[in-house]
């Protein structure tokens, strides 16, 4: 399984920007995807995800309302739309893909076993 995550940048505080993530694999529907992000200094914590079907998506209570995420039709990518960036979102996003269905799971690394690169969000104030 392979993912490939892109859209970072530099951004100022109050804009928006727009990252994706596409899975190869021909399993692909099998899993959730999910994003998450580490600044620098702090531990990796959870942004959202989506599940299998996309019919569940879950966030993070310090996105809520300023970031959506989605699943395309195909099911092989996600997308997250984040809006009225602050700079506390600065920090490296890194899309993850897991195949467990229990919403605790799909909210923690723990239940991710398939990584991106990362990508680098910077929002400056």
């Known amino acids: 399984v392979q993912l490939q995550a892109s859209g970072g940048g530099l951004v100022q505080a109050g804009g928006s920007l727009r990252l994706s993530c596409a899975i190869s694999t021909p399993t692909y529907r099998s899993y959730a995807m999910g994003w998450f992000r580490q600044a620098p200094g702090k531990e990796r914590e959870f942004v959202t995800a989506v599940s299998r079907t996309g019919g569940f998506i879950y966030y993070a209570d310090s996105v809520k309302g300023r970031f959506t995420m989605s699943r395309g039709h195909d099911k092989k990518t996600v997308s997250l739309q984040m809006n009225s960036l602050k700079p506390e979102d600065t920090a490296v996003y890194y899309c993850?893909?897991?195949?467990?269905?229990?919403?605790?799971?799909?909210?923690?690394?723990?239940?991710?076993?398939?990584w991106g690169q990362g990508t680098l969000v910077t929002v400056s104030s």
């Open positions: 993850a893909a897991g195949a467990s269905t229990i919403t605790s799971m799909i909210r923690s690394a723990d239940g991710y076993d398939y």
